[in-house]
Nanobody
Framework: VQLVESGGGSVQAGGSLTLSCTAS????????MAWFRQAPGKERELVAA????????NYADSVKGRFTISKDNAENSLFLQMNSLKPEDTAMYYC??????????????????WGQGTQVTVS
């Protein structure tokens, strides 16, 4: 599975951005797909996860109410709508996926497909 992110950029605090992740390659019955982010000097952390089997979503506490994860099944794309952005949201954002369920959705090590990342800078 190949994952390609797009949509990052620079925005002022309070602004919005939408990240996209397009998946291609082998397909599986269900996926756990997620957005992670990593700021310089910090560990990679979960932002939001989406289970394709049920549409269940999970969010980091720091983004609840501001970010929305969604999936377009027709285009096999994952999105992250980010509103009310804060300077602390500045990071490289990565799309990740694995086949099966989302039991351990917050563990980066459990994902075996990753995109190249897209930079989000909030000033």
């Amino acid at each position: 599975v190949q994952l390609v992110e797009s949509g990052g950029g620079s925005v002022q605090a309070g602004g919005s951005l939408t990240l996209s992740c397009t998946a291609s390659g082998p397909t599986y019955r269900t996926y756990c797909m997620a957005w992670f982010r990593q700021a310089p000097g910090k560990e990679r952390e979960l932002v939001a996860a989406y289970y394709t089997g049920s549409g269940t979503t999970n969010y980091a506490d720091s983004v609840k109410g501001r970010f929305t994860i969604s999936k377009d099944n027709a285009e096999n794309s994952l999105f992250l709508q980010m509103n009310s952005l804060k300077p602390e949201d500045t990071a490289m954002y990565y799309c990740a996926a694995r086949s099966g369920g989302c039991a351990s959705y917050a563990l980066a090590a459990d994902y075996y497909y990753w995109g190249q990342g897209t930079q989000v800078t909030v000033s």
